[in-house]
């Protein structure tokens, strides 16, 4: 077994959690599947062959910087972009390869030009710091564009995890939604990128939607000043990634069907869309890059009926990652989902507590994000009643981050019934910040 120079490829561990008992015509079944990867040194047989020549994970990393006219609207925009683009470039590890992209309504190559990578080092480094400083403000917005170029530099590279970083701070308003819609279809399984708005000028659900559709992050920054810290961490964090690529294989036997598969933690992420079929009654569901972190999961599957004191095996979950000979290598975790039949109505009734609390934190997301859209519709007693939900439900698990930033857009009476009352002033950038991470989630507490 060979003995590989850091980062090393985590080891894979999963855990079911669930009910499995279900009164007599009970046909649905849910479980919350916990992934855990933990760096260990030597790589275990079961990633052994990720990595087969030998080598530690090599990573290429694009950053597309938005230069668009309204970036010099204050000047603390484009200043804090330049300084959060060097910031980041500090940020990378040696050896990996790197692009710095300027986005308009054309995407344009700042470092290093000619179609390529740089790999970086102290000099590539204090070059790509040196051509920053040309950045300026002009022209307009078309994210489709930096997208397709992040990609075809992306891809010029063979190395194990490749990583976009996009800030933008208006609309996408210089090519149609389709166009958009297309070029993150394209770009979907062949990188990851995280997303961010700086300011208050641009529209959450493109910025959220980009993240989402390759399963990387999405936040604001309000204020510039703060974005050198955010793309630090944000490109420290992509420097730890070790695995790319990985899917969660879900089996079911004859009969069964598979309601939904989502992520509902960190963040909520429905992933039942996204399924690609993978031999008899098997599919892969996408979970993107990995470092040492832990994840879960909610599986919700429809079983057939069967009789008292019956069981049945519902779902079994591996993982996965794909191989340059298109096979896949199994990760070796592995979760089994069960059914039991049984009259005991105790038994049967009793929802698990990582059920329901992720049940919740779905919710959750959902009633916010109604909320505020019928707030902005004009419908305030409609947002009223679902922001009120939303505070019920963030203070009934613990989720402290997301009950402070809804109190900056309600006034809570009384958290435990929901009892709110809207803010007849809410600053832009709060209503923003509570859209933009509705998603987030707290684990249960254990």
């Not at 300084?83 to 050896?95: H, K, P, V, Y």
């Not at 390869?97 to 995407?107: C, D, L, Q, R």
């Not at 036997?253 to 429905?270: L, M, N, S, W």
Request: glycine share 10%.
């Amino acid at each position: 077994m060979a003995n590989f120079s850091k980062p090393h490829v985590p080891q894979f561990a999963m855990d079911v959690y669930q009910n499995e008992y279900l009164p007599e015509g009970g046909r649905e079944v849910n479980a919350i599947v916990t992934v855990t990867a933990t760096g260990g040194g030597t790589i275990g047989s079961a990633a052994s062959h990720l990595y087969p020549k030998g080598h530690s994970p090599s990573a290429a990393v694009a950053v597309m910087v938005d230069c668009s006219g309204s970036m010099d609207y204050p000047p603390t925009k484009m200043r804090g972009a330049r300084d959060a683009t060097a910031a980041a470039i500090d940020a990378l590890r040696d050896g990996t390869h790197f692009a710095v992209i300027g986005g308009t309504h054309v995407a344009k190559e700042v470092y290093p030009g000619g179609g390529r990578l740089a790999v970086a080092d102290a000099t590539t480094r204090e070059q790509a710091k040196q051509a920053l400083r040309g950045l300026g403000a002009g022209g307009g917005t078309a994210i489709g564009t930096w997208l397709r170029l992040a990609d075809r530099l992306l891809n010029s590279a063979d190395v194990t995890i490749r990583h976009g970083i996009l800030l933008t701070d208006g609309r996408n308003e210089h090519e149609s939604p389709q166009d958009l819609k297309a070029a993150l279809d394209a770009c979907a399984g062949r990188f990851t990128c995280d997303a961010r708005g700086v300011g208050t000028d641009w529209e959450v659900k493109e910025v959220t939607g980009i993240a989402s559709a390759l399963l990387g992050t999405a936040d604001i920054v309000a204020d510039p000043a703060h974005l050198a810290a955010d793309f630090t961490a944000m490109m420290e964090t992509a420097m730890g990634k070790e695995v790319a690529d990985v899917s969660l294989r879900v089996w079911t036997p004859v009969g069964t069907a598979i309601r939904f598969v989502k992520q509902v933690a960190p963040t909520v992420e429905d992933l039942t869309d996204r399924r690609t079929e993978a031999g008899p009654r098997a599919g892969d569901y996408p979970t993107g890059s990995w470092g040492d972190e832990s994840r879960d999961y909610h599986l919700c599957v429809q079983v057939p009926t069967a009789g008292l004191g019956q069981e049945m095996l519902a779902a079994r979950v591996s993982l996965v990652v794909p191989q340059p000979d298109g096979s896949v290598q199994n990760l070796g975790a592995q979760g089994l989902v069960r059914a039991v039949w049984t009259d005991d109505m105790v038994a049967s009734t009793s929802i698990n507590p990582q059920v329901a609390h992720y049940t919740g934190q779905a919710e959750l997301a959902q009633v916010i994000q109604q909320g505020l859209s019928l707030r902005k519709a004009g419908d305030f007693d409609g947002a009223t009643a679902k922001l009120g939900r939303a505070v019920q439900l963030a203070s009934a698990s613990g989720n402290a981050d997301t009950a402070k930033l809804l109190a900056k857009v309600v006034d809570v009476v009384d958290a435990a019934t929901g009892t709110v009352r809207l803010k007849t002033k809410v600053a832009e950038a709060d209503e923003m910040t509570l859209e933009t991470r509705s998603t987030k989630t707290v684990r249960v507490k254990k």
